[in-house]
């Protein structure tokens, strides 16, 4: 079974800062992962995923995220936060066989401070 | 393509009372999801669909929840008779199959039950 991580429930930046969002995930087969933004009173929104190929995944609105096999990890990053960043960013993963949807993280709400 | 479309956008209802959401997935895809979204438990799925066919409802929460997908442009999901511990909000949400292609959310029902 398929299961994400993301550490911290809430992260806070400052407006120009660095953005990291952590997310880990554990699968058994090769995973493919995925990046949603939940802005509020709206439903989520791909930013970005990972399928094959180039680890290095960019995303809308300036995102990226790099798959990183050997530390299952799949973290995002924006180099400059911008005050229309703030939102909820959930972490998810899927693999190509069986039957399975899409398994979600819990999120991690971003705050960006003026 | 309008997307996923939800309705009603908004209900609110009396505990006991039946409740039924509705669904329209994006024309073509194959796999239909319904998911809750609550503070405490964050995301989670209740029951996907195959081709209109129920794959797993495992996530349903009890036998109060049932869901339906009479055909590939249509699905509801019903409680009956509702509780207050079911005030959430409910995503409908599509994609082409499952694994390497992203799920379309629509932009959800929020259910509170007094």
């Known amino acids: 079974a398929q299961s994400v991580t993301q550490l911290g429930s809430h992260v806070s930046v400052s407006e120009g800062a660095l953005v990291l969002l952590r997310c880990n995930y554990s699968?058994?087969?090769?995973?493919?992962l995925f990046w949603y933004v939940q802005y509020p009173n709206q439903g989520l929104q791909l930013l970005l995923k990972?399928?094959?190929?180039?680890?290095l995944v960019k995303g809308i609105n300036g995102f990226e995220a790099e798959f990183k096999k050997s530390e299952t990890s799949f973290h995002l990053t924006k180099p400059s936060a911008h005050m229309s960043d703030a939102a909820e960013y959930f972490c998810a993963v899927s693999v190509i066989s069986g039957n399975t949807p899409l398994v979600f993280g819990k999120g991690t709400r971003l705050s960006v401070i003026a | 393509d309008a997307g996923v479309i939800q309705s009603p956008r908004h209900e609110v209802t009396e505990m006991g009372q039946e409740v039924t959401l509705r669904c329209k997935p994006i024309?073509?895809?194959?796999?239909l999801f319904w998911y809750r979204q609550t503070m405490m438990r964050g995301l989670e799925l209740l029951i996907y669909f195959n081709n209109n066919v129920p794959i797993d409802d495992s996530g349903m929460p009890e036998d109060r929840f049932s869901a339906k997908m009479p055909n590939a442009s249509f699905s509801t999901l019903k409680i009956q008779p509702s509780e207050p511990r079911d005030s959430a909000v409910y995503f409908c949400?599509?994609?082409?199959?499952?694994?390497?292609?992203?799920?379309?959310f629509g932009q959800g029902t929020r259910l509170t039950v007094v």
């Open positions: 699968s058994s087969v090769p995973p493919y």
């Open positions: 024309s073509g895809h194959n796999s």
């Open positions: 949400a599509s994609s082409l199959g499952q694994g390497t292609t992203e799920a379309f």
């Open positions: 990972y399928t094959t190929g180039a680890t």
